[in-house]
Each structure stands twice: as C-alpha cells, then as structure tokens.
Nanobody, 117 residues
C-alpha cells in the first residue's frame, strides 16, 4: 500500500507562487506515475499535471501549462507541484495521485489552495 500526504497549501495573493509537496510511503514509489488533480467549489475534479515514474514524461493541463511545474524526487518519495503566477481560478483543493497500470490506485487527502485577488 502507498499512502500519499499533501502539504504546502495555503492562502496566496494573485500572481504569487506556492509549492505543493506530496510525500509517499512505501518502497515502490518509483514505479508509479504521479500527478496532481484539483477540485474547485461547485466543479468536478480536474487533471492538473502528471509525471512518469522516471520523470521522463510530463503532461500538463492547458490551463496551467507555462505556470506550473511538476517534479519528483524518488530518493525522497516525494512529488512536487511548483505553482507560479497564480490566479483566483486556481483556487481549489489539490490532490496528489498515483497511477496503477489502468487507473489511479491512490489518492492523497487534499490540500487547500486559495488565491486572493
């Protein structure tokens, strides 16, 4: 089993940066594609970014491309989301996720990001 714990959320002014971290338990972290999703009030959960097990393949949602950067440190069992130039529409609960072969196998508990205008 893999447990994911997000941290780093909080309140930030529009235009500012914030870095989220997702710490994973277990010895098989490096086998998983990792990623981030978010859910804003009244909206469905949406994909934000993902990174392959080795870090070689990265995807971003169009809404965050150029502003957000996903990275991982397998030695630390941690994935990061560096968010820059934040907008009020980025306000959401951000969830860390780990993919299995066909679906997402694990979710974190979520961390709140609030961007004020």
């Amino acid at each position: 089993q893999v447990q994911l714990v997000e941290s780093g959320g909080g309140l930030v002014q529009a235009g500012g940066p914030l870095r989220l971290s997702c710490a994973a338990s277990g010895r098989t972290f490096s086998r998983y594609r990792m990623g981030w999703f978010r859910q804003a009030p009244g909206k469905e959960r949406e994909f934000v970014a993902s990174i392959s097990s080795s870090g070689g393949t990265i995807y971003y949602a169009d809404s965050v491309k150029g502003r957000f950067t996903i990275s991982r440190d397998n030695a630390k069992n941690t994935v990061y989301l560096q968010m820059n130039s934040l907008k009020p529409e980025d306000t959401a609960v951000y969830y860390c996720a780990a993919w299995g072969p066909t679906s997402i196998d694990y979710w974190g508990q979520g961390t709140q990001v609030t961007v004020s205008s």
